[in-house]
């Protein structure tokens, strides 16, 4: 296998890899701003120097020639090169700024040269603590600067579209999000105008920059020069715990970090997963964070008098549900499940409503035809389409669910937005006796007699299946009236959580929302129903449900941790249809 | 050297009335190189071979081989090949290929056509500077005759041969005459050099073998194969042999584009054939091959030749052999400021090293210039020199750094005489 020495450490390798992504395939360190694994290296920043040399070889015998001490005889290319577009050849040795004083100089120069027209404006940069060239600098540039005359001037605060700002003058011409536009989203909305010094990044005059995928332009800008304009002064990066889940705005399963302070989501960025977004997530992904914190229902409410919603207590809540479901038989109650809503929830409710003796559960799919594209959008608007279908509960049409809801006494809904999203009018919902169980305030909730809050995916640990039969959980992020960051063993460990006190946490009171998980909503109706159910926590569900249903067989937390979600077996990769 | 100029006579630029004109252009010979090439046994090989032999250092700047490049191309695989003509010459200094376009543009045509035909090219680009319409508009005229004589086109002199030729105009970027921006740029796209390798002989102009000739290179060829290899190896320098079209601009008598061989003296060039410096005063300066080319002191240019291994030996290089006088009156800070500010205006901006530091070193010049520099902003632009030297994809970088370099080595004291005490180090 052919081979190659870097810093004096053997590596073997196989195909053609390029230097600097070997590099860091191999945990070692080289800086770099223009390179990104998913696009061509143009190799413009000038950042990545090492010192290469090949061995030399004899012409005839093609044998390795050796000096006096019986060591190879090495070759130096004359100038410093550039690891992103080395292509690697058997033999090579390479130096990098570890064992060369050459390389380190080097990469001291350039660092000092991309700093003189750069602003320096990290205390009010959005950028600052995730930044690239702040991280780098401090690691290998240069202590000072040489720099006492004049600094470029260049655009600030351009709205290059609706979602991102640039301010040229940060920006240092690595031409990532140019291409971006050209190589990954394909829409060719940015260029490099002007030249020399003056040189950044803009769209056609007049033209704007609504790529339905612009905000990946922000992640991957190695400086603040591109924000977004819905986060830009919102909070400082360090202030955030980031926790990791999934985008279920979509049937993509986009895998997401939810970055959360003072128990409000504040952004999500994508998380690199190489079997479902690699490092992208669409825009539209990326604005459901409001959900999770705007518009929230806290405390059951209950229709008292005449059309009016009125808040009520727990007890009265679970007191209700159950004598409406004891004055009618099972056969008259609808059970309606989501796949808005994860395999545990719908889980659970099937269960419960299973034992107290109710055959035959319904979902209705939220399907937009002519929506997706062939890279993250997809036409199933619902994050967990398969994993309800895969539940037993059966999909059904706008037609049959009014005329089900028609015939029923009592309606139990699992959080899924009928009225909003078109399926029902609020009139269906009218006669029957309806149940919701739901995270968010909306034309649905408010037409039903009873709402009952439950956890969105921002608080709580659950599954979905996405649109290629991937198994992948969120987890809690955010705090409920019930639940504790020190307390809850699902909830991630951010640095906050290590290191810093509550005060850091900046944990407020007001923001937490009185709701429950649907599971325990479900262990309370039960125990009033006189049910033989029980139900742990979400992790213990779902070993549940992986013994007991053969389309989860095998299915962990643990190993959907381990491995980034699972496929899971006997699930095709097309999408689902009506 | 004993070479009488003044009996020499001009073959790229010949005094010929009315030359540009294919009629006269192929009553006087014209074409016949073509002729020879597409009639007899010529085959692609021999063609390189002569070439080779021959020995033309492309005038361009580089003074790479001409003939050992064509051969670079690998074996056609059916697909495309071309050729591209480089005419954006935007060097300071140089101004020799707008000659060719204008007095004997179908000599440089007809080598196009035979480099085209050596290298098994399908089409031919020429790209000329925006800021020369003029001669794009003259260039354009003489393809059409050509093509009107059928020596352009489709089974051309009933050969089998067939090639496309095209003008495309540049919109005034410097950098658009370094090879593969060049090429970018006749692909439509924004110029930035590109990063090799690939080499454009694998993948050039829209993926496709692609080789890059300068003008004057170009029209060298028909010359090489009417009369032979050995002619046009023992024109001038034994390693840098030819006829070349020397610019000399600057304080001189009379500026213009004279065609010589190449290695001659210096010194004859601006006090013969130049007419001698302007008002009788002392030579104080010389960039011989446009302003890249570190600047050579007046008073070390005797014995000095103009071929690459004397201008070597000397400190300099050949470049494009367009030589820029400067007198005793010659504010060399301020010289070196407008080369600056020159290379600052036309960094592409793609690679960090040039685009931050070609303006890093034109406003420590503009301070120097001003009478605010102290005598450490020399050394700290000595030190940049070394940051941007190649440091970068294409030798714009270089280009930059050289002319500051090597002025403030060779004119240090008047650098000097500008400069204030420093007060404090730099940092």
Redesign the interface.
């Known amino acids: 296998m052919p081979e190659i020495f870097i810093d004096g450490k053997r590596y073997e390798f196989e195909g053609k890899p390029k230097l600097l992504q070997f590099i860091l395939d191999n945990g070692k360190e080289v800086p770099f701003f223009c390179y990104h694994p998913e696009m061509s290296a143009p190799a413009n920043c000038r950042q990545c120097y090492v010192k290469v040399g090949t061995p030399v070889q004899n012409r005839e015998t093609g044998e390795y020639e050796l000096d006096e001490n019986g060591e190879r005889v090495i070759r130096w290319f004359p100038k410093m090169q550039t690891s992103c577009s080395m292509e690697m050849t058997d033999g090579m040795v390479v130096h990098t700024q570890e064992t060369s004083e050459e390389v380190a100089r080097a990469q001291k120069d350039t660092m000092e040269l991309i700093l003189i027209n750069h602003p320096l404006d990290c205390p009010i940069c959005d950028q600052a603590g995730e930044c690239p060239l702040q991280i780098q600098t401090y690691k290998y540039g240069p202590e000072g600067s040489r720099f006492e005359v004049k600094k470029v001037h260049k655009p600030k605060r351009v709205e290059l579209g609706p979602r991102v700002t640039l301010d040229a003058e940060r920006c240092i011409n690595c031409t990532r999000c140019v291409r971006f536009t050209e190589e990954i989203s394909e829409t060719y909305q940015l260029t490099i105008a002007s030249r020399g010094d003056k040189n950044y990044p803009i769209t056609a005059p007049g033209m704007e920059f609504d790529d339905p995928y612009s905000l990946n332009t922000v992640d991957i800008c190695p400086v603040g020069a591109l924000t977004s304009t819905d986060f830009r002064f919102k909070a400082r990066v360090w202030e955030m715990n980031q926790t990791p889940s999934i985008d279920i705005t979509g049937g993509k399963g986009t895998n997401v970090d939810l970055w959360t302070r003072d128990n409000l989501v504040l952004r999500l960025t994508p998380r690199y997963n190489e079997n479902v977004n690699t490092h992208w997530m669409p825009d539209e992904a990326r604005m459901a964070y409001t959900k999770f914190n705007e518009n929230r229902i806290s405390r059951p409410s209950i229709k008292a008098d005449g059309d009016n919603q009125i808040k009520t207590s727990w007890n009265n809540a679970i007191e209700t549900f159950a004598e409406k479901l004891e004055a009618v038989k099972p056969a008259d109650v609808l059970v309606l499940g989501s796949a808005h809503a994860s395999v545990e929830e719908n889980y659970a409710l099937m269960k419960t409503f299973s034992t107290w003796g109710v055959n035959d559960f319904y979902f209705s799919p939220d399907v937009k035809e002519g929506f997706g594209d062939d890279f993250l959008l997809t036409d199933d608007q619902a994050p967990n389409t398969k994993g309800v279908k895969a539940l037993g509960f059966s999909e059904t049409s706008a037609e049959d669910l009014k005329a089900a809801i028609k015939s029923a006494k009592v309606v139990v809904l699992l959080n899924d937005e009928l009225v909003d999203r078109g399926v029902l009018d609020s009139e269906d919902l009218k006669k029957p006796y309806v149940i919701s169980l739901a995270t968010n305030e909306t034309e649905t909730s408010k037409s039903t007699d009873l709402v009952i809050p439950i956890t969105c995916i921002a608080e709580h640990a659950a599954s979905y299946v996405n649109v290629e039969g991937r198994i992948q959980r969120s987890l809690p992020a955010k705090e409920t009236k019930y639940t504790h960051r020190k307390l809850d063993l699902e909830m991630s460990e951010g640095r906050l959580d290590r290191y810093g006190t509550n005060f850091d946490n900046w944990v407020n009171e007001d923001n937490k929302v009185d709701c429950t998980p649907t599971w325990e909503l479900m262990n309370n109706l039960g125990k009033r129903l006189g049910l033989s159910i029980q139900f742990g926590t979400s992790r213990e569900i779902m070993d549940e449900i992986a013994s007991s249903n053969s389309s989860f067989e095998g299915v962990s937390y643990e190993k959907m941790d381990d491995e980034n979600g699972i496929q899971l077996t006997g699930m095709n990769k097309e999408e689902v249809s009506a | 050297m004993s070479f009488d100029w003044k009996s020499y006579t001009p073959v790229i630029i010949p005094d010929i009335p009315n030359l540009h004109e294919i009629d006269v252009y192929t009553k006087n010979g014209g074409y016949d190189s073509l002729k020879k090439v597409l009639s007899n046994d010529w085959d692609s090989e021999k063609v390189i071979n002569e070439v080779k032999a021959a020995n033309i250092r492309g005038r361009g700047g580089a003074g790479f081989n001409a003939g050992l490049k064509w051969s670079f191309m690998p074996k056609p695989d059916g697909g495309p090949r071309y050729l591209a003509c480089n005419g954006d010459e935007s060097e300071p200094g140089t101004f020799k290929d707008r000659k060719i376009f204008e007095y004997n543009p179908h000599l440089f045509i007809e080598g196009a056509l035979i480099a085209a035909y050596a290298m098994q090219c399908s089409a031919i680009y020429v790209y000329i500077r925006g800021e020369y319409y003029s001669w794009i508009k003259m260039m354009e005229k003489a393809l059409k005759d050509a093509y009107d004589k059928g020596f352009i086109g489709k089974n051309i002199l009933g050969s089998g041969f067939d090639v496309e030729f095209h003008v495309t105009g540049g919109a005034g970027?410097y950098?658009c005459g370094e090879e593969t921006s060049m090429l970018e740029s006749l692909e439509g796209k924004?110029g930035y050099p590109r990063?090799k390798?690939p080499f454009p002989a694998q993948k050039g102009l829209w993926g496709r073998p692609t080789t890059i000739n300068n003008i004057e290179t170009l029209a060298c060829v028909p010359l090489v194969i009417k009369n032979g290899a050995d002619w046009f190896s023992g024109i001038g320098a034994e390693t840098h042999p030819g006829p070349v079209l020397y610019g000399i601009s600057g304080h001189v008598n009379r500026p213009g584009v004279y065609e010589l061989p190449t290695g001659m003296p210096v010194l004859t060039l601006i006090e013969e054939v130049a007419g001698g410096m302007r008002n009788g005063k002392k030579l104080k300066g010389l960039i011989p091959g446009g302003s890249s080319t570190p600047i050579l002191r007046g008073d070390t240019l005797e014995g000095v030749n103009m071929d690459a291994d004397s201008l070597r030996e000397a400190g300099s290089m050949m470049g494009t052999a367009g030589m820029i006088v400067m007198d005793e009156d010659t504010d060399m800070v301020e010289m070196l400021w407008r080369i600056s500010h020159f290379y600052?205006?036309?960094?592409?901006?793609?690679?960090?090293?040039c685009?931050?530091?070609?303006?890093?070193l034109e406003?420590?010049l503009l301070?120097i210039r001003n009478g605010d520099g102290e005598i450490r902003d020399l050394e700290?632009l000595i030190d940049l020199c070394?940051?941007m030297e190649?440091?970068?994809?294409c030798a714009l970088a270089d280009a930059a750094a050289w002319p500051v370099r090597y002025t403030i080595d060779r004119f240090r004291d008047e650098f000097e005489a500008r400069c204030k005490k420093s007060t404090y180090a730099?940092?």
Do not use: D, N
């Not at chain 2, 190649?390 to 994809?393: D, E, K, V």
């Open positions: 970027a950098i924004r990063v390798p600052h205006h036309e960094s592409c901006g793609q690679c960090t090293p685009r931050e530091g070609t303006g890093w406003k420590i301070k700290l070394s940051q190649g440091r970068t994809i730099l940092a």
